[in-house]
């Protein structure tokens, strides 16, 4: 009970203070807090696959691609409203990771990374080919662009919808079948659990969270989508997103989702070697830094200080 | 001795599978010979393709050692490989030659790679295993910036080690530089093997990375071996980086990326950990890429990766562990 209590005050916290934001922050802070949005949906969608059922992708960048893709194309051809194309988004990608899921099923671990890390190398490269309707390198403009408080507004807000919409799936049946593939999937499969529908679901569903956060994405890059801005390096902030994050816990999702968001323009700003290669070394430093202190992540500091709080 | 009880376990984790592995790949070099014969573009495209399959499949071998002795997918190592090739071209600056400079970064980047193990991978390793990737991910980013940081981003231009000699067998023109790729990384790759199958140093990395416990109960340092396959992949790396670099021309910071990304395929497609697996693979997507973008209309090399990558996740669909991956048995 006293828990339950505490993390609903502690949502409220995270509400409240989103909201009074834009009021007190600068527009280029708030592009960047929009951007932060961004890599929450992305990075909540990869927990679901990863902490949930233990299935690893580095390869959400390619749904990001996809989503982002369809945004572009909606609004360039059909002046489809923005707000709309990222339902569509959201319903492609479902599919998409479903289908991807298929072949994962006799995949995994290792295997299973590196094919997911070939999707986020492919997918990108496809518009180069069907250069025609993808846009080729130049990549593809969407109709109009939109201010950044209407970014962070819509980012923020899709986070706060799919944030619900995963804890209501992860509390009942559904999320304890995917805790259940994640520690044994024999056991899982004994108790009755269809391995083949759970592990497809959940890639279908993170997948989709990507597609959206993928919307969002192309939307803060002033509504460009190009195969140059979903190349490897996004996918990889993803994992390293949910890697600061650790498992299961919004206050992780929201810290790694802060940590890939904020680190490459604070990392830019951090003059220590005056060339500008500094930002690399600065963010890669960091990178391996918060891992050799928090192999756990974030959630896995949370639940020591929790412990030691009890002890 | 010990060969012979390493032989028996070899022979028993292979299984009945490999016949079969071996039949098509027979069947697909008697195709390569056929097509050579029969046609002169076909044949230099085969050879210029084994002389870059082996550079893919000398740094899948790097990952397949990383993988075998820490199960970590180290994504630093192409940038590792990079690097080690620009201490290559500053020690050449410097006024060694060549292979001397050659032999110096083998030994730098044996040292590097047992010095990264030991400081950064090592803390991490049995904390968690998603932590270790990571930790890579972080020194790709970090050896990109302290490159480009050193030496900036623009071309840079190393002697060639085999000169610009091209070689005509009937009809065939052959450049001697994709022999001399071809062959260094073979020898490399037979000195690893000679290393890990007839020395006491190979068993006891080969023990550490299959039996860890049992290892280290019979007298073996596992966490010094684990250290040292690394810094052999490192070495293998740095192989790979400078066998690349004359066949890219020149030497920038993004030279190893293309190339880590076909390293990747190639150590999924023969076995993650399976070293011979990883040169066979290599070699296969080297001369496969090759021949695929010449022939098939359909298949422009824009869609060159997209096309490698299927047809890996095609074959891991009929063997998920890759052509001679060992399969994991779980117990209940």
Redesign the interface.
Known sequence: MRGRIAALVSLAVVAAVLCVLPFLISDYNLSLAARVGVFFIAVLGLDIL?GYTGQ?SIGHGAFMAIGGYTTAVMSRDHHTNLVVTMLVAFAICFVVGFLVGL?AL???G??L???T???A???P??P??WSSFLGGRDGVQTSHEVSNLWLYVVAWAASAILFVLAWLILRGRVGRAFRAVRDSE??AVASGIELPVYKTLAFGISAAYAGVAGSLFVLANNGFAAPDEFAIVLS?QI??GA?VAGLGSLWGVLAGAAFVGLLPSVSSSVPV?G??????????????LV??VL???FAGLLARIRRLARA | MVTAATSRIEGLRNGAAVPVVSLVLIACATGLLVGSLRSATFAQLTVQGLALGAVYGILALALVLV?RAT?V?N?AQGELAMATTYIAYQLIQWGLSYWEAFAATLAIALVLGTVLELT?IR??LH??A??A???T??????????V??IWG?DFKSMPSPFGTKIYHVGGVSISRLYIGMFVVVIIAALLVWVLFRFTKLGLGMRAAALRPAEAALVGVRVDWMLAVGWGLAALLGAVAGLMAEPSQFFLEPTLMQPIL?YA??A??LGG?DSPAGALIGGLAIGVSLNLVVQYVPAI?S??Q??FA??V??GV??LK???LFGHREV?R?
Request: proline share 5%; aromatic share 10%.
């Open positions: 990863t690893i072949p006799r995949l995994s290792a295997y990374a590196l094919v890390f070939a999707l190398v492919s997918v490269l496809l180069l080919k024999i056991a990889l994992l390293i890697a070697i060339s500008a290669h500094g930002q690399d070394v600065v963010f890669g430093a960091a990178v391996i891992m050799l192999p756990d992540g | 993988y199960r997918i994504f950064l803390p991490v904390r968690s998603i932590a990737v990571i930790v991910v972080g020194l790709f980013v970090l050896i990109d910036g302290i480009n940081w981003g990304v990747f395929a150590a999924v993650l422009s824009e869609l990766e997209p990558f299927a890996i996740i891991l669909l998920p562990s890759g779980r209940v």
